[in-house]
């Protein structure tokens, strides 16, 4: 008889799972006896990615769904079919996320970098909150990065046009994922559903459609010296299984262990000021 894995009977999304630490992270989860759904831009990737993590996996319990962190429509169709599929949501891991050096804009007329690596997390996490919070205990990991540290919100001009660079843009939507997840975890601070994010570090990604410019040739160049992607997938994983963490929200991660994150993050104003531009990027007249 085999024995119990530590997250059967739990379904979990990654969005950005065909490569990278969301595959890795997957892959992991799949092992632990997850339901893991594969939230994919690409459908032919999303399906190499399948068929690898059933089979790396040791799981039949694992599924595509097509999402464009680019689309808002692409979002909250995601978010219907997903409700319509799968009865709960134990962890949602955003995850996907993308570094662009021309200033880019999507078909809502939102810069792609500010979107795909915030705006639509916010929006997707929020469509996803009646499930979440209908599966209590549940957990919301965000994937951030290092370079939050070097972020900055100016809600005159968050769509950059008075000026935009690669590095700058990315780390600024890193910074918001941080505040995100604090607020996120202030107002569900009674509904079980725990919010935290994650730094998972120096790792070896193509981090999704990237036209990096200067930031892209430094990870070029250093990509032989970093962490393969199974190592940047710890501390996801960590944060999506460990019991302990069970109650353990608002904080940064890195390498398993709680961290104190940037100066600006810890803003409780400036994280409901951008809770409310957010609402009217996304058009949401309500979330959590």
Request: proline share 3%.
């Amino acid at each position: 008889m085999s024995l119990p894995r530590p997250m059967q009977g739990k379904t979990v999304v990654i969005t950005g799972a065909n490569s990278g630490i969301g595959k890795a992270t997957a892959i992991q989860l799949a092992k632990m006896g997850a339901t893991t759904v594969l939230a994919c831009r690409d459908k032919e990737k999303g399906e190499t990615a399948l068929g690898e993590v059933k089979k790396a996996g040791d799981s039949a319990a694992v599924h595509l769904m097509i999402l464009d962190l680019a689309s808002q429509e692409s979002v909250r169709q995601f978010a219907r079919e997903f409700e319509s599929r799968f009865r709960r949501l134990d962890v949602l891991i955003n995850n996907a996320g993308v570094v662009l050096n021309k200033r880019e804009m999507t078909r809502d007329k939102i810069v792609t970098a500010f979107a795909v690596n915030y705006l639509s997390p916010f929006l997707l996490t929020n469509l996803l909150l009646p499930r979440l919070v209908a599966s209590a205990p549940s957990r919301v990991v965000n994937v951030t990065s290092a370079l939050h540290f070097k972020g900055h919100l100016d809600f005159k001009d968050l769509q950059g046009k008075k000026s935009y660079k690669g590095s700058d843009s990315y780390a600024q939507s890193k910074l918001a994922m941080v505040l995100f997840t604090y607020e996120l975890a202030r107002r569900l601070k009674v509904t079980g559903v725990t919010a935290n994010c994650v730094n998972p570090g120096a790792v070896a990604t193509n981090l999704g459609r990237s036209d990096a410019g200067l930031l892209g040739a430094v990870m070029l160049v250093t990509t032989p010296f970093l962490a393969p992607a199974e190592k940047g997938a710890e501390t996801p994983v960590y944060l999506a299984s460990a019991p302990e963490l069970a109650q353990v929200t608002g904080k940064y991660f890195v390498d398993k262990k709680q961290q104190v994150s940037s100066h600006e993050s810890y803003d409780q104003i400036e994280a409901r000021e951008l809770w409310d531009a957010s609402l009217k990027l996304t058009k949401m007249s309500k979330t959590a």
